[in-house]
């Protein structure tokens, strides 16, 4: 019972349990391929996938909905219990195809959530444990093949394929959430894209805005520029202005001197010549009274 052959019976089953198992396999490959591709392609409107599901959300009259991003790839979901829709890191911020689509898929299931959708509730119900059994089958499946296992294969192999049932089974809740997502969409198409147009005329209208400023910018530092100029020659002209008062200032100076000496010389030439007609007049006397 520990090896692998079980003869014919045990051969078949095997290998319709392995169909089954890559089944499950190449389904999940397809999801993450498609994933992969449209999240390279940007969405309309440039918004993310967390602005999408606040925007969603609150047309839906959901606003008490929170709106948290948590770690991995593909880990989005909608917690009803809690009431929060919970986005995986690249979904949260990004504005790809894929994030947007898989944030409005989760909002879906928020919006079954207030309406009461029976299949969403009861889907919501057995996630838990449909959780834990895909990863406890994963993890035997992989000890069987390793070990020899048959008995543990066939358990592991057993759990991934009611993982795979149940999610054929709530297929139908899947689809419905996603109508509604894309419902809320064509709704607010319209305002997305009124606000990419929006964004892009206050995109425009900043970049001419900054073109300006830059223009003005130079035309204030060319005037600080002429300004300076005038300032230098200002400057210039005074020192010139200046050193002719100077010289004018010794020019008045020396004509006064000049003025000056010519008035002396006159003085002294009268006192000579005043003097030599007291000379003369004595000489005249002199004679007289010897």
Known sequence: MNGLYYGYGGTVDMFLLLIGFFITLIAQIKVKSAYSKYSREEA???????????????????KDIHIVE?????????DPRNKVVRLSTKVFHDSSIASVAVAAHECGHAIQDKENYTFMRIRASLVPMVNFVNKFGYIATIIGLIAGIFDILVCGIVMILATLLFQLVTLPVEFDASKRAKKKIDELSKEIINLNTSNSTNEAKTSSYKMNIAELDKQIKEQQQEL?????????????????????KYEVDDVVLHNSLINLNKEIGVSLLALMAALKKSELVTPAIS
């Open 70 to 78: 948590v770690p991995g790839e593909l880990t989005d979901h909608y």
């Open 228 to 248: 300076l100029d005038m300032t230098s020659l200002v400057e210039k002209i005074n020192a010139r202005k200046q050193i002719i008062l100077e010289r004018k």
């Open 44 to 62: 309309r409107g440039d918004l993310s996938g967390c602005e999408v599901a606040r925007k969603i959300l609150d047309s839906a009259d959901l």
